[in-house]
């Protein structure tokens, strides 16, 4: 694969850093289990061995993720490395002449092990037994799990979340407030845009749940500012939003709790399109309350109708330019880019998998800056 391929393709600052690391962390791997051997220096027996060994066990979203990520390593390197992997119908077809079948491999780590819906019990008692801790990683679980099953934001979206709250207009039912979002997918193509808007009336959330929301953004925003510093000053493992402290702060309350399903932050985004199809939306609309470029995404991969609420409005609405923009993306004339963006396929796990121990000074260079979105100030 040529490394100027896809050098175009702009990432933020975070996944550029979150692929090398995950790159990196591969390659040591291999030099760990072949005695030290570096990867650069037998290419054909690395690529054998990520494709046959490494992603054989492991599910399709977790093969995406590492693909991806080696992807980018090889596309930042360019000319300074010699390392390549197959891909689309040169992957099929070198499996098929190996006689491997992905459609029976075992699924590790990947999101078909993981909850895709939350019920209002479990909501309760797990945020009762996250709240009992002095932990601020254990209240700020609790947090993103009300938030997600109420505006469906990725964990790491609140982040870059913006409130905006306006007088109330004379009819009460009217929407008054607005949640601006950075859709985090849409550097890979995966989504109808850079942002997406959430219109919403305070009289159709509860205001203690809307507390909890603000409480959350602002926390993810501190949270994010301070390991933005951190990787700053050197500290190259920083977590880019501190997830990995509120997801095993979830995993000991579960635990606590004796839940067997493994309910994770991205549950109550299941939990949200659950709850929209139920309310009887459209795919087009709930694309647009996701973030997702496909209108069949959420269809195929999220929360079923039969776990979400019935009898009761979402409390949410999409924009009626974002909905335009889903329909336009699922034309009949862009089915081609509809296909490419369902074959890449959504990542539910919103998890990390791989530890950073592979070195490489050049590495650490800033991606080039991706083209900036409207402002939600």
Not at 295 to 311: L, P, V
Request: one cysteine or more; a positive charge.
């Amino acid at each position: 694969m040529k490394g100027s391929d896809h050098q175009s393709q702009a990432v933020t600052p975070e996944t550029h850093h979150s692929y090398l690391k995950r790159a990196r962390s591969i390659l040591r791997q291999f030099s760990q289990a072949h005695d030290g051997v570096d990867p650069e220096e037998e290419p054909e027996w690395f690529e054998s061995w990520f494709n046959n060994h490494f992603l054989a066990e492991r599910g399709k979203a977790t093969q995406r993720q590492y693909r991806a990520a080696v992807r980018y390593y090889i596309e930042f390197r360019g000319g300074r490395t010699v390392l390549s992997i197959r891909e689309g119908k040169e992957q099929r077809e070198w499996e098929s002449d190996r006689g491997i079948d992905r459609r029976f491999t075992k699924p590790s780590g990947t999101s078909s092990g993981k909850a895709k819906h939350i019920n209002p019990r479990e909501l309760v008692s797990l945020c009762g037994a996250l709240r009992s801790t002095r932990s601020k990683s254990a209240h700020l679980a609790a947090d993103l799990l009300i938030a997600g099953c109420q505006f469906g934001l990725r964990p790491s979206e609140w982040a870059e979340a913006q409130f905006t709250f306006f007088d109330r207009p004379t009819d009460a039912t009217e929407c008054d407030s607005r949640l601006v979002v950075r859709n985090a997918k849409a550097t890979q193509g995966r989504s109808f845009g850079s942002h997406r808007t959430l219109h919403f009336s305070r009289g159709s959330i509860e205001p203690t749940d809307l507390k909890v929301c603000m409480r959350c953004n602002l926390a993810m925003k501190v949270r994010a500012l301070k390991r933005r510093r951190e990787r700053q000053s050197g500290d190259e493992d920083a977590d880019p939003c501190g997830l990995r402290a509120i997801q095993q702060s979830l995993a000991r309350a579960r635990k606590l709790r004796g839940y067997k399903r493994k309910i994770t932050l991205y549950s109550a985004r299941h939990q949200f399109a659950a709850n929209a199809k139920a309310a009887g939306l459209k795919p087009t609309v709930i694309a647009a309350l996701m973030g997702h470029g496909s209108d069949e995404t959420a269809a195929q991969h999220y929360g079923k109708r039969r776990s979400g609420r019935r009898g009761r409005a979402l409390g949410v609405e999409p924009s009626e330019e974002d909905v335009e923009a889903v329909a336009a993306m699922n034309a009949p004339d862009n089915s081609k880019e509809k296909d490419s963006s369902k074959n890449q396929g959504e990542n539910t796990d919103g998890e990390n998998h791989a530890e950073d121990n592979y070195s490489d000074d050049n590495l650490m260079m800033d991606p080039p800056s991706p083209s900036s979105g409207p402002s939600t100030s």
